[in-house]
């Protein structure tokens, strides 16, 4: 039999536990007098401020940052149509990365009960060294599982000898050329409960190749 092209598609995936959780808020107030909502959102951002540098000296807050004061004014209108006088709003935004996720929970809860104090989302993540980590190992379990389709093909149809042929990024992929692209899809999430206990789930890092062989 002649030479037979042949191409395959390996998958592979890992579950890993998050190394790493930021968490968004934002301290912001509104009122009739621009100095004063200026006033009440400097005031509250201290506190959060205080609480984060103290955690990122000892260690449960890996990096954190803080936005410069928005402020902006707004004019509603009534339901008869007319313009009011303006409302002033001042906010101020700060992220904070943590690796101790009892201590972030601790904190979340102790904050959140603050007047003007909104707490967003929270992102759950690697830390980079992992997730290179992570990745090349999807990945070269992705193209192991290919080869294997790939022979088992051939001797299917009685072949012995598989030569890869080539390989390249998915998307790039033309009717002469194969694929392969490490790929690692986030699934986070986030529970919550009652007592603003905080667990991430499962970080999903997957890979998807495609491969051409040839195969005598």
């Given at each position: 039999?002649?030479?037979?092209?042949?191409?395959?598609?390996?998958?592979?995936?890992?579950?890993?536990?998050?190394?790493?959780?930021?968490?968004?808020?934002?301290?912001?107030?509104?009122g009739?007098?621009?100095?004063?909502?200026v006033?009440?959102?400097l005031?509250a951002a201290?506190?959060?401020?205080?609480?984060?540098?103290?955690?990122?000296?000892?260690?449960?807050?890996?990096e954190?940052?803080?936005?410069?004061m928005?402020?902006?004014?707004?004019?509603?209108?009534?339901?008869?149509?007319?313009?009011?006088?303006?409302?002033?709003?001042?906010?101020?935004?700060?992220?904070?990365?943590?690796?101790?996720?009892?201590?972030?929970?601790?904190?979340v809860?102790?904050?959140?009960?603050?007047?003007?104090?909104?707490?967003?989302?929270?992102?759950?993540?690697?830390?980079?060294e992992?997730?290179?980590?992570?990745?090349?190992?999807?990945?070269?379990?992705?193209?192991?599982?290919?080869?294997?389709?790939?022979?088992?093909?051939?001797?299917?149809?009685?072949?012995?000898?598989?030569?890869?042929?080539?390989?390249?990024?998915?998307?790039?992929?033309?009717?002469?050329?194969?694929?392969?692209?490490?790929?690692a899809?986030?699934g986070?999430?986030?529970?919550?409960a009652p007592?603003?206990?905080f667990?991430?789930?499962?970080?999903?890092?997957?890979?998807?190749?495609?491969?051409?062989?040839?195969?005598?």
């Open positions: 039999m002649s030479e037979v092209i042949i191409t395959v598609r390996g998958e592979h995936e890992l579950r890993v536990a998050p190394e790493r959780a930021t968490v968004h808020l934002s301290v912001s107030f509104d009739p007098e621009r100095a004063d909502v006033e009440r959102a005031a201290a506190p959060v401020r205080e609480g984060i540098e103290e955690r990122k000296t000892s260690g449960s807050i890996t954190w940052s803080s936005q410069r928005s402020v902006y004014a707004d004019r509603p209108w009534n339901s008869d149509g007319r313009r009011l006088a303006p409302v002033y709003r001042a906010s101020i935004d700060f992220t904070a990365t943590f690796s101790d996720f009892s201590e972030m929970s601790e904190w809860t102790e904050i959140s009960a603050d007047t003007g104090v909104s707490v967003g989302a929270v992102d759950w993540h690697l830390t980079p992992t997730e290179r980590e992570v990745e090349r190992e999807v990945a070269t379990q992705a193209v192991g599982v290919a080869v294997s389709r790939a022979r088992a093909y051939a001797q299917a149809l009685g072949l012995q000898n598989v030569t890869p042929r080539e390989i390249s990024d998915r998307g790039l992929m033309s009717t002469e050329s194969a694929a392969f692209k490490p790929v899809m986030r986070m999430a986030m529970d919550s007592a603003m206990e667990q991430g789930e499962e970080i999903t890092v997957s890979a998807t190749v495609e491969g051409r062989f040839s195969a005598s």
